[in-house]
């Protein structure tokens, strides 16, 4: 079992940043990997970024790269997202989840364990 724990949500103005956690507790957080997701309502859950166990790999997605960051440390069991330049599109509810087969792919279905999100609202 592994359980994920998000927070940092939360409004900014458009332009802004914002730093998201996800706190991990369980199994070896270091032997798993890592995503991030977003879910507006009404709309399917999508894919923002993965991490690699090391966090030597990293995936994004198209309206995310270079705004966004991925980091993770397994010393503390937490993988971070580091959110720049946010726009009102950004809006959504971010969903952090474990990968413990090693799959690595965008797909929410690859992903066993989730967090219960935490809500990032941008204005413009």
């Known amino acids: 079992q592994v359980q994920l724990v998000e927070s940092g949500g939360g409004l900014v103005q458009a332009g802004g940043s914002l730093r998201l956690s996800c706190a991990a507790s369980?199994?070896?957080?270091?032997?798993?990997?890592m995503g991030w997701f977003r879910q507006v309502p009404g709309k399917e859950r999508e894919f923002v970024v993965s991490i690699s166990w090391s966090g030597g790999r990293t995936y994004y997605a198209d309206s995310v790269k270079g705004r966004f960051t991925i980091s993770r440390d397994n010393a503390k069991n937490t993988v971070y997202l580091q959110m720049n330049s946010l726009k009102p599109e950004d809006t959504a509810v971010y969903y952090c989840?474990?990968?413990?087969?090693?799959?690595?792919?965008?797909?929410?279905?690859?992903?066993?364990?989730w967090g219960q999100g935490t809500q990032v609202t941008v204005s413009s």
């Open positions: 369980g199994r070896s957080f270091s032997m798993y990997n």
């Open positions: 989840a474990a990968d413990l087969l090693g799959r690595m792919t965008s797909s929410p279905r690859s992903y066993e364990y």
